[in-house]
């Protein structure tokens, strides 16, 4: 088992290929850190919010990135909890009108560590 700076370091690495693909709108880069069978969760303004990987992908390409819109990176880890090959990353993603928090959920899948759930929530 790698010790725990190893592996914050490596799911810091894919929590930055999440962060970036979000930023730059780079599909790529963001389904790189998602398992292909992940999915994406939570509410938005109180209103429910289900999706496939595949649809929230989709939705990330058919937008403008809010690099485009000339936004401010302000994405952040705030925290990480790792368990064997688990971890949870609490992370914070202000863009366009909204103040993101995230919940991801990584496990290791042929010895990578990828996001195989996302739960999110607007904080006003």
């Known amino acids: 088992m790698e010790s725990f700076g190893t592996n914050a370091a490596l799911i810091t690495a894919v929590l930055m290929n999440y962060f970036n693909g979000i930023y730059n709108g780079d599909v790529t880069t963001l389904q790189s850190a998602f398992h292909p069978q992940a999915i994406v969760s939570g509410d938005i303004n109180g209103q429910p919010y289900f999706k496939t990987v595949d649809q929230y992908l989709e939705g990330v390409k058919n937008r403008k990135s809010p690099k485009e819109l000339g936004e401010d990176f302000k994405m952040k880890i705030l925290s990480l909890e790792i368990i064997n090959n688990t971890a949870v990353a609490k992370v914070q993603v202000p863009i366009f009108e909204y103040n ?11 010895g990578k560590w990828i996001i195989v759930n996302k739960l999110l929530t607007n904080v006003k």
Not at 100 to 110: A, G, I
Request: a negative charge.
């Open 100 to 110: 993101y928090y995230d919940q991801l959920s990584l496990v290791v899948v042929d």
